[in-house]
């Protein structure tokens, strides 16, 4: 992607953002913080032998889904490592942290995800929802792919929701729109690069659905068709 594009689609993004996390506060009924994410609640089992747990959240926000796990295992040692491009969405996170708390179980950074080192061997679970595809680049998103990958322990969780094949239509003219997306894989070859990437893993869940969405963008609204992919896979060395 060109560089101009980029920044504009950077930008663009930094606003809508900021506006989600002016409007609602982590949790509000009626909210898209509403509530954690479904997917990332039903893996909590496969941690509750855990004696310790280290997770890291790519394009966290304000802590929809980490301040829970926080919260479910506070008995144990655990640590959510939170990153964020967003400034705004850290504060947030840190003040989310703090009323519900878990302050001492978070350790926030404003970072871009492609430039935030994964630690080797360093976690019990990685999730990044609707966050990767917003990486610099493709060549980017699968080198993080491979870092999560190798980021893992043993038994580690990668928990993935990730949009692919996005299509925007002008809400009024129906003109065709260039995605405001970074990375906008088709479909079928995101699916085959997690399988290449997570090759050996035990799959526990791995979903495509359709969905289509009203918008509102810079030039007014946006009608926006995507796949939602969802991939939860399990690291099994031994
Ligand atoms: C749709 S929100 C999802 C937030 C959170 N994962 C959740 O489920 O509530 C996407 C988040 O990714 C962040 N983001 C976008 N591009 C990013 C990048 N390149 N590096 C780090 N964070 C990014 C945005 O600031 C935003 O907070």
Redesign the pocket.
């Known amino acids: 992607m060109e560089n101009m594009r980029l920044l504009e689609i ?1 930008e663009a ?2 606003k809508s ?1 900021m506006e ?2 002016s409007g609602a506060e982590l949790f509000e009924p009626g909210s ?2 509403q509530k ?2 479904k997917t ?1 609640l039903d893996l909590f089992p496969l941690f509750t032998e855990h004696k310790e747990l280290r997770v890291l ?9 980490s301040i829970p796990i926080a919260k479910e295992f506070r008995t144990i040692p655990v640590t959510l490592e939170c ?4 400034e ?2 850290i504060d947030k996170l840190y003040m989310n942290a703090r009323q519900h708390d878990v302050e001492d179980n978070i350790q926030g950074t404003v ?6 080192p994964i630690v080797t061997d360093g976690y019990d679970m990685i ?5 990767l ?4 680049s493709k060549e980017s998103f699968e080198n993080k792919l491979f870092e999560i990958r190798n980021g893992l322990r043993n038994k580690g969780v990668v928990c993935l ?1 990730l949009n692919s094949n996005v299509e925007e239509y002008d809400k009024e003219s129906g003109e065709k729109l260039s995605p405001q997306f ?1 990375v906008n894989l088709p479909t079928e070859c995101l699916e085959l690069l997690l399988h290449k990437v997570f090759a050996g893993f035990e799959v526990i869940k791995e979903t495509t659905r359709q969905q289509q969405y009203d918008i509102p963008r810079e030039q007014g609204m946006v009608s926006l068709t995507t796949d939602v992919v969802t991939f939860v896979a399990r690291k099994n060395s031994e």
């Open positions: 950077r993004e930094k953002h989600m996390y898209w913080l954690p994410v990332v959240d790519l394009g966290c926000g304000v802590g929809r889904n990153v964020d491009i967003l705004l969405a970072s871009a995800i492609e430039d935030y999730m990044a929802i609707s966050a595809e917003h990486i610099d929701i970074e």
